[in-house]
């Protein structure tokens, strides 16, 4: 049963202005007494002037020529692409919390700093970690935000420590968020797909300020020695990062504190299921060990006999890595999640999670190779090296079919040390009849001609596109289209 996406012919906005506002053309009234006056008044905007009724339809009409988690299965590996429970949604939208401003004073929204204060509360039992920062606005920066804290530990101590360790199989926001805090990132070559503890022993010294580790790592395998890499770490006086994009595998059955972590961070819009994709918004909480709390972000929340107030008194805190308390909505979403899914809930969650991936990964390892044999955790990487050698099917061609039967493509071509590779993450969401389905598309598409796969997706809205091209030469707004389309016609009238 193949999936067919509507195909529109939708303009851009700006290229219908004026020609289609019939009907109810509604204007937008100011709130009374809050018009522009004075030099922020103006008579023109330059934006399209467009109706209601024709702007509902080209949005609808848009969405209908693209996937969302809502659609089907969504497996991009790293990414848990989790549905997201519409009562979420109603509850972050009502009037309660839309309406909020952040800038009322503290007593008059003691309902939200509760929210955050037992959501805080919440992370730092699943985590094991003590204290924890609602602030950042996503897992990188979260990263960001625990290397600042690295940071200013060891300034205080009065070492000077300038280097970070991160795996070969590490997420690219590791060595990016270690770079932007101005350390020197160290490669760490992995050894059967986990760290090469003998590796470790030999490059920490008092220059490391830190390793940066996912576990279960990228790869899907759990880091069994992770007790003894929290030795050598901690015995040179370094700290262990822990990256928590995987912690969907974990819930319930262990934690970076158990395992010897001093600093996390969460991916509420991975593990708990908020909206992401597209950018954002999304939300990294950070937690710490009770040693590292002080340099946590102000304002901290407090609640001392039922009141809550907010705190700016740390002087050693690293200041703000956001506007007021983070993104609020975000951050509600995944209370509503914690709280509906109860440590039951969730722990059942991580153990489907990683029952579901293993048995995707037996039914495709017929026609696909699978790296790093034994059973994985949420993910798996599998790789279509010999496809390739056999017929030139490569993954990128398999990730493009699977989208005529209306299925998200995995993430293709990384963890980098698996060549070829398809990293599949089918999250709890999925049943075993998809899960059934999804194994015979996969292991179809293995034996078709590869030049219907070389050309694939043939029933989506927009076939194979460049993808080096788009990479290379980005094109986010509509004046960029301008710009580069004037640049062409001036190159042309010149020849
Ligand atoms: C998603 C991810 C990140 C980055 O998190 P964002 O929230 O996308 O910024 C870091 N590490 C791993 C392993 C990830 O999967």
Redesign the pocket.
């Known amino acids: 049963m193949k999936f067919t996406f509507a195909s529109w012919a939708e303009p851009l906005l700006s290229e219908i202005e004026n020609d289609e506002l019939f009907g109810f053309d509604n204007k937008m009234p100011s709130p009374e007494g809050y018009e522009p006056k004075g030099a922020l008044e103006r008579s023109t905007l330059s934006i399209p002037r467009i109706s209601e009724r024709y702007l509902m339809k080209h949005y609808v009409n848009l969405s209908q020529m693209s996937y969302s988690v809502d659609n089907g299965p969504h497996l991009l590996g ?2 848990t692409m989790k549905y997201n429970p519409k009562v979420s949604e109603a509850l972050a939208s009502s009037d309660g919390v839309a309406r909020m401003h952040p800038l009322q004073p503290p007593s008059t929204m003691q309902g939200t700093l509760q929210i955050l204060h037992e959501l805080e509360r919440w992370l730092a039992e699943i985590s094991g970690m003590d204290a924890i920062t609602l602030q950042p606005a ?4 979260g ?1 960001f935000t625990g290397m600042l804290i690295t940071k200013a530990y060891f300034e205080q101590k009065g070492e000077k420590r300038t280097r970070i360790l991160i795996p070969d199989s ?2 690219g ?2 060595p990016a968020s270690a770079a932007m805090a101005g350390y020197e990132v160290v490669e760490l070559k992995s050894k059967d797909g986990t760290v090469d503890v003998d590796l470790l022993e030999k490059v920490v010294d008092d220059r490391v300020a830190a390793l940066m580790l ?1 576990n279960p790592n ?1 790869l899907g395998l759990f880091e069994e020695q992770v007790g003894e890499i929290a030795r050598i770490m901690h015995s040179s006086g370094s700290l262990l990062y822990y ?1 928590g ?2 912690m969907n595998a974990i819930i319930g059955k262990t934690n970076p504190g158990l395992m010897g972590f001093d600093i996390v961070h969460f ?1 509420l ?2 593990t708990f299921a908020t909206p992401h994709g597209g950018g954002g918004p ?1 939300a ?1 909480p950070v937690g710490v060990r009770s040693f590292l709390e002080k340099y946590l972000p102000v304002p901290r929340i407090r609640a001392d006999g039922g009141v809550y107030t907010l705190d700016y008194s740390m002087t050693d805190s690293i200041g703000k890595v956001h506007s007021f308390m983070g993104n609020f909505a975000v951050l509600l979403r995944a209370y509503v999640y914690i709280l509906m899914n109860g440590r039951d809930g969730l722990t059942r969650n991580s153990e489907r999670a990683v029952l579901n991936s293993n048995y995707l990964m037996k039914r495709l390892s017929g026609l696909y190779d699978i790296p790093y044999k034994g059973l994985k955790k949420h993910e798996f990487v599998a790789s279509a090296s010999t496809l390739k050698e056999k017929s030139g099917i490569t993954a990128m061609d398999i990730a493009k079919r699977l989208m005529d039967y209306g299925i998200h493509p995995p993430t293709i071509y990384f963890p980098l040390i698996v060549g070829e590779a398809l990293m599949i993450e089918p999250t709890e969401n999925l049943s075993k009849q998809t899960l059934d389905r999804l194994a015979s598309i996969f292991n179809s598409a293995a034996g078709e001609d590869p030049s219907v796969l070389h050309s694939a997706p043939h029933s989506t809205a927009i076939n194979r596109v460049n993808e080096v091209k788009a990479a290379r030469e980005m094109v986010f707004r509509w004046q960029d289209m301008q710009a580069t389309a004037d640049a062409g016609a001036a190159a042309e009238g010149k020849n």
């Open positions: 790293s990414c996503g897992g990188a920066q990263e590490a997420h926001t590791n996912t990228t990256d994009a995987n991916n819009h991975k999304g990294g």
